[in-house]
């Protein structure tokens, strides 16, 4: 499968971004969806994750009531909707897929996932 991801950009603290990743290939509702991100000099890290139905959402506690991750099996796609942006969300933003593991418990791990999008680079100004 393969990911892009898209809608990323330069924003003011408080705005709002959503980040659309569309996945081509085999067949989407097959994956459990996953965000994570990546700044400058630190690790990669978990921001959202969606299961294959879209029933269940995963956040990470610093983004948790800001950010909403969704899902339009129909369209091959999943979203973030990213709502009160502060400066420390600036990050490049990968969307990744995860075939293997039905569990949420794994979602927050980026080992957890087959697949990588390129990532797409948000950057929140004070």
């Known amino acids: 499968v393969q990911l892009q991801a898209s809608g990323g950009g330069l924003v003011q603290a408080g705005d709002s971004l959503r980040l659309s990743c569309v996945a081509s290939?085999?067949?989407?509702?097959?994956?459990?969806m996953g965000w994570f991100r990546q700044a400058p000099g630190l690790e990669r890290e978990f921001v959202a994750a969606i299961s294959r139905g879209g029933l269940s959402a995963y956040y990470a506690d610093s983004v948790k009531g800001r950010f909403t991750i969704s899902r339009d099996n129909a369209k091959n796609t999943v979203y973030l909707q990213m709502n009160s942006l502060k400066p420390e969300d600036t990050a490049v933003y990968y969307c990744?897929?995860?075939?293997?593991?039905?569990?949420?418990?794994?979602?927050?791990?980026?080992?957890?996932?087959?697949?990588w999008g390129q990532g797409t680079q948000v950057t929140v100004s004070s």
């Open positions: 990744a897929a995860n075939l293997r593991y039905y569990s949420g418990s794994v979602y927050y791990f980026p080992s957890s996932y087959d697949y």
């Open positions: 290939g085999r067949a989407f509702s097959n994956y459990a």
